[in-house]
């Protein structure tokens, strides 16, 4: 259900430089573009630069933490809608609860397992369409009934 | 449309995720037409009540709802059903009867499992589809029937295409209005949401008790991957409340397969080895992640203060949070290997 005509661009987010790399290289082999960012700051400078699809973001990280960054992606209505998927060896529950709270599309545990990365990505990137392909069923229909009213 | 919009029975589609906004908007829209519908979705996403809820908001709500469930009735039965049929068409057809495109007259006719209907019967389909006329089995004449179509399947109706056990042609003609209902784990965000929606449904059923959810067991139930989707959902929140002996849903009362992953249940490390034997390191590792989770968890977070904590130093720490950190290659019991 990608869209075909265009690569998925992933940002990775996280401040320790090496695991950007590693998880970029990865997206990479699984045939997306990454993105790589590594402060929250940085993150939310590069995505409003960039298309992004799905935002891969690390909780721990020094200054402004994922939740922080996810926060202010969430307020902001021209990214509010960009999935982010949560990625932390810090999984307890009160991590969890703030993760479901902020309205995050997906939580992994550090370590994350490739195939399983993969596949959480393109379950939003389905997601992603699906709203599309709803959309575009949306205004067929419009502009049949506006024709029919002519 | 209103994003809190949650007319009853139309739970498949309950939540604020954008999707879903625009999917009620969708049904909503094509409620008022009368064009050939396609719901596709997984198993448990609400396709039939999806169609149901098309059928309820438009002009023929005072008609009747007809489902068929392709699958389930035998191939040599189907067409007889669907179409009716004449006494003496074939061998058992005492009588004459009228098919389920007659009883839809007016109304809406629901194929479930669409996927399911032989080729010989779907070329009949598709002239139904185009002139509105039934021929019931052995009969001499034709009838206009006035039924609106939705037809639903899994997501697997384009493979059947290419293996040419789905006719191209129908497939279209079913297909002019696409509705897909996305998986509940694409859209998490929902599920809290959907239980307090489905805990108030209980709390009207059963006037005068109350029932609350732990903020434990919603985030295992947010954590759970729901293959049964919202159908599943549903029947697990009846089940709490069923279970609920008080008016609090607590741990113990989840089933173990929603407990998510071990590091929000304590598993226990072994002191001795078994006839079978350990792996050493997996246990290691096991282990190494538990206590690099705890320190960060004390120390909410800060690196500095969790290598102290654990006697490392902070480069070491570094290290091995990225080591047994990052990815790992999928394991056997990987839950998302499919």
């Given at each position: 259900?990608?869209?075909?005509?265009?690569?998925?661009?992933?940002?990775?987010?996280?401040?320790?430089?090496?695991?950007?790399?590693?998880?970029?290289?990865?997206?990479?082999r699984e045939g997306f573009v990454a993105i790589e960012a590594i402060s929250g700051a940085e993150c939310l400078r590069l995505v409003h630069e960039h298309r992004i699809d799905v935002i891969l973001l690390d909780l721990m990280m020094p200054e402004m933490d994922g939740f922080q960054v996810c926060r202010s992606l969430k307020q902001d209505p021209a990214t509010a809608e960009i999935?982010?998927?949560?990625?932390?060896?810090?999984?307890?529950?009160?991590?969890?609860?703030?993760?479901?709270?902020?309205?995050?599309?997906?939580f992994l545990a550090k370590p994350v397992f490739r195939r399983q990365l993969a596949n959480r990505i393109r379950a939003q990137l389905d997601m992603l369409a699906t709203g599309r392909a709803t959309e575009a069923a949306l205004s067929n229909l419009e502009h049949a009934h506006h024709a029919d009213k002519k | 449309m209103d994003a809190a919009f949650r007319p009853p029975g139309l739970?498949?589609?309950?939540?604020?995720?954008?999707?879903?906004?625009?999917?009620?908007?969708?049904?909503?829209?094509?409620?008022?037409?009368?064009?050939?519908?396609?719901?596709?979705?997984?198993?448990?996403?609400?396709?039939?009540?999806?169609?149901?809820?098309?059928?309820?908001?438009?002009?023929?709500?005072?008609?009747?709802?007809?489902?068929?469930?392709?699958?389930?009735?035998?191939?040599?039965?189907?067409?007889?059903?669907?179409?009716?049929?004449?006494?003496?068409?074939?061998?058992?057809?005492?009588?004459?009867?009228?098919?389920?495109?007659?009883?839809?007259?007016?109304?809406?006719?629901?194929?479930?499992?669409?996927?399911?209907?032989?080729?010989?019967?779907?070329?009949?389909?598709?002239?139904?589809?185009?002139?509105?006329?039934?021929?019931?089995?052995?009969?001499?004449?034709?009838?206009?029937?006035?039924?609106?179509?939705?037809?639903?399947?899994?997501?697997?109706?384009?493979?059947?295409?290419?293996?040419?056990?789905?006719?191209?042609?129908?497939?279209?003609?079913?297909?002019?209005?696409?509705?897909?209902?996305?998986?509940?784990?694409?859209?998490?965000?929902?599920?809290?949401?959907?239980?307090?929606?489905?805990?108030?449904?209980?709390?009207?059923?059963?006037?005068?008790?109350?029932?609350?959810?732990?903020?434990?067991?919603?985030?295992?139930?947010?954590?759970?991957?729901?293959?049964?989707?919202?159908?599943?959902?549903?029947?697990?929140?009846?089940?709490?409340?069923?279970?609920?002996?008080?008016?609090?849903?607590?741990?113990?009362?989840?089933?173990?397969?929603?407990?998510?992953?071990?590091?929000?249940?304590?598993?226990?490390?072994?002191?001795?080895?078994?006839?079978?034997?350990?792996?050493?390191?997996?246990?290691?590792?096991?282990?190494?992640?538990?206590?690099?989770?705890?320190?960060?968890?004390?120390?909410?977070?800060?690196?500095?203060?969790?290598?102290?904590?654990?006697?490392?130093?902070?480069?070491?720490?570094?290290?091995?949070?990225?080591?047994?950190?990052?990815?790992?290659?999928?394991?056997?019991?990987?839950?998302?290997?499919?």
């Amino acid at each position: 259900m990608e869209v075909a005509n265009r690569i998925p661009q992933i940002m990775v987010v996280d401040d320790d430089p090496d695991t950007v790399s590693i998880l970029a290289r990865h997206l990479q082999r699984e045939g997306f573009v990454a993105i790589e960012a590594i402060s929250g700051a940085e993150c939310l400078r590069l995505v409003h630069e960039h298309r992004i699809d799905v935002i891969l973001l690390d909780l721990m990280m020094p200054e402004m933490d994922g939740f922080q960054v996810c926060r202010s992606l969430k307020q902001d209505p021209a990214t509010a809608e960009i999935p982010v998927i949560m990625i932390t060896a810090r999984d307890d529950l009160d991590a969890r609860a703030e993760g479901m709270r902020l309205g995050v599309s997906d939580f992994l545990a550090k370590p994350v397992f490739r195939r399983q990365l993969a596949n959480r990505i393109r379950a939003q990137l389905d997601m992603l369409a699906t709203g599309r392909a709803t959309e575009a069923a949306l205004s067929n229909l419009e502009h049949a009934h506006h024709a029919d009213k002519k | 449309m209103d994003a809190a919009f949650r007319p009853p029975g139309l739970h498949g589609l309950i939540g604020d995720h954008p999707t879903i906004v625009k999917l009620r908007a969708l049904v909503e829209r094509v409620a008022a037409t009368d064009a050939t519908v396609l719901i596709t979705g997984e198993s448990g996403s609400g396709k039939e009540i999806v169609a149901h809820a098309i059928h309820a908001q438009s002009v023929r709500a005072r008609r009747n709802f007809v489902p068929v469930n392709c699958a389930a009735i035998p191939h040599e039965l189907l067409e007889s059903e669907m179409f009716g049929h004449e006494r003496g068409a074939f061998t058992g057809a005492a009588a004459p009867r009228q098919g389920l495109f007659a009883t839809a007259d007016g109304g809406t006719i629901f194929l479930d499992e669409i996927g399911e209907m032989p080729l010989q019967l779907q070329a009949k389909l598709l002239r139904v589809l185009e002139d509105g006329i039934v021929r019931a089995v052995g009969a001499d004449r034709s009838i206009k029937v006035d039924a609106r179509v939705i037809a639903a399947s899994n997501n697997d109706l384009v493979a059947a295409v290419k293996r040419n056990t789905f006719r191209e042609d129908l497939f279209y003609r079913l297909q002019v209005v696409p509705i897909a209902i996305p998986p509940l784990r694409e859209r998490r965000s929902d599920i809290p949401i959907l239980i307090e929606y489905f805990l108030d449904r209980m709390r009207q059923r059963m006037p005068g008790r109350d029932w609350s959810v732990t903020r434990e067991v919603m985030v295992n139930l947010w954590s759970y991957d729901w293959p049964g989707n919202v159908r599943e959902l549903v029947n697990m929140v009846e089940r709490l409340v069923i279970m609920c002996e008080d008016s609090v849903i607590d741990m113990p009362l989840l089933p173990s397969n929603l407990v998510s992953g071990s590091r929000l249940a304590e598993t226990r490390i072994p002191t001795t080895i078994g006839a079978n034997g350990i792996n050493l390191n997996s246990l290691v590792r096991e282990l190494e992640g538990r206590m690099i989770n705890e320190a960060l968890k004390q120390t909410s977070g800060n690196k500095q203060a969790a290598a102290k904590l654990l006697g490392l130093k902070r480069t070491t720490f570094a290290a091995k949070l990225r080591r047994c950190g990052v990815i790992a290659p999928s394991s056997p019991d990987e839950a998302d290997e499919a």
